[in-house]
């Protein structure tokens, strides 16, 4: 079982940088993949980047290049880096965990989810 809380989000300007954190617990967090998503007022939920337990990333087309996503196993986290925020990436963001050691675009194959946090990008 996993556990996630997310943390880092707030008001940044159009441009600027942030960096998204969340923190696991559990005794099999390194054999989780792990996903970040994003949901906007309105909005169906939307996929931006998965990482395996080796640290192989995918990522969304509208986010490559611009977010990163990382992992620490050791101190059971995974991480958003994200730049050229955009106030259209205004929404709450996700960290989610799936129950196997695949990464996946579907958030149907995760069986964990954080409980969010706001990011807001003024123009």
């Known amino acids: 079982q996993v556990q996630l809380v997310e943390s880092g989000g707030g008001l940044v300007q159009a441009g600027g940088s942030l960096r998204l954190s969340c923190t696991a617990s559990?005794?099999?967090?390194?054999?989780?993949?792990m996903g970040w998503f994003r949901q906007a007022p309105g909005k169906e939920r939307e996929f931006l980047a998965t990482?395996?337990?080796?640290?192989?990333?995918g990522y969304a087309d509208s986010v490559k290049g611009r977010f990163t996503i990382s992992r620490d196993n050791a101190k059971k986290m995974v991480y958003l880096q994200m730049i050229s925020l955009k106030p259209e990436d205004t929404a709450v963001y996700y960290c989610?965990?799936?129950?196997?050691?695949?990464?996946?675009?579907?958030?149907?194959?995760?069986?964990?989810w954080g409980q969010g946090t706001q990011v807001t990008v003024s123009s």
């Open positions: 989610a965990a799936t129950s196997s050691r695949h990464g996946s675009s579907l958030g149907n194959e995760y069986g964990y």
């Open positions: 559990g005794r099999t967090f390194s054999n989780n993949a």
């Open positions: 990482i395996n337990w080796l640290g192989n990333s």
